[in-house]
């Protein structure tokens, strides 16, 4: 069967560390993955878009890879701050005729202590 | 606008009652979603609108109907629900559906509906 797993629960690391979450996936084929955040009682927020054809994405303090022969992506936040504490979901997009359908991982919850 | 919103923020019903869970935005997005999720849980789908027209049911009881009576606008109808449908109900957009694009999904605040 399809799954989605990230790596832990959850993640605590101190301010100015570089917090890494893992995303490995078995019996999808994703054309993409996608990071978003999510902040406890609200929806999840965009981050970043990975194509299966990119190796690596960079936002402002955020790196994404995808290995599509390992099924893994690595999200990265460097210089970690107390506000990125939030819970950091994956989602895959599957090709094919599943159009729109986006499969989130459970999400780790991240804490960056001071 | 780059806003999804979402009505009400909290509802609490009794299993006889009908209500609706109101979503919209104003993005020209033309994919609209709804998604339930539990507590330490992800977001599950549960319907697409691409276009105003149904694309994706993903097999979810018939006491939740959804509407989408125009591009910017997607409610979900419930009716007789049950205490374990209790969840946070997300709305969704993105700017069309496409095996191959991105389609970043913006996501509303959620509506936490408690069924007693």
């Known amino acids: 069967s399809q799954k989605i797993e990230q790596n832990s629960e959850a993640l605590n690391i101190q301010e100015g560390k570089t917090a890494t979450l893992t995303c490995n996936y078995t019996?999808?084929?994703?054309?993409?993955l996608q990071w978003y955040r999510q902040d406890p009682g609200r929806g999840p927020v965009f981050l970043l878009l990975?194509?299966?054809?990119?190796k690596e994405k960079r936002k402002e303090r955020l790196k994404v890879t995808f290995d599509t022969t390992l099924k893994q992506s690595l999200f990265h936040i460097t210089a970690s701050q107390p506000a990125d504490s939030a819970t950091y979901l994956c989602?895959?997009?599957?090709?094919?005729?599943?159009?729109?359908?986006?499969?989130f991982g459970r999400g780790t919850q991240l804490t960056v202590w001071p | 606008d780059t806003e999804v919103t979402q009505t009400p923020k909290h509802l609490v019903m009794g299993m006889t009652n009908k209500k609706s869970l109101k979503c919209e935005q104003h993005?020209?997005?033309?994919?609209m979603y709804w998604y339930k999720q539990k507590a330490k849980k992800p977001p599950e789908l549960m319907f697409v609108?691409?276009?105003?027209?149904?694309?994706i049911n993903e097999s979810v009881p018939s006491r939740f109907s959804p509407e989408c009576p125009n591009s910017s606008l997607l409610n979900l109808h419930l009716h007789a629900l049950q205490p374990e449908d209790s969840a946070l109900y997300l709305c969704?957009?993105?700017?069309?559906?496409?095996?191959?694009?991105?389609?970043?999904?913006?996501f509303g605040p959620g509506t936490r509906l408690t069924v007693l």
């Open positions: 990975i194509r299966e054809n990119e």
């Open positions: 993005m020209g997005h033309r994919a």
């Open positions: 989602a895959l997009g599957p090709r094919g005729s599943t159009l729109g359908r986006l499969y």
């Open positions: 019996n999808y084929s994703p054309a993409y």
């Open positions: 969704a957009s993105s700017q069309g559906i496409s095996g191959a694009g991105s389609n970043e999904q913006f």
């Open positions: 609108y691409s276009y105003e027209k149904l694309s």
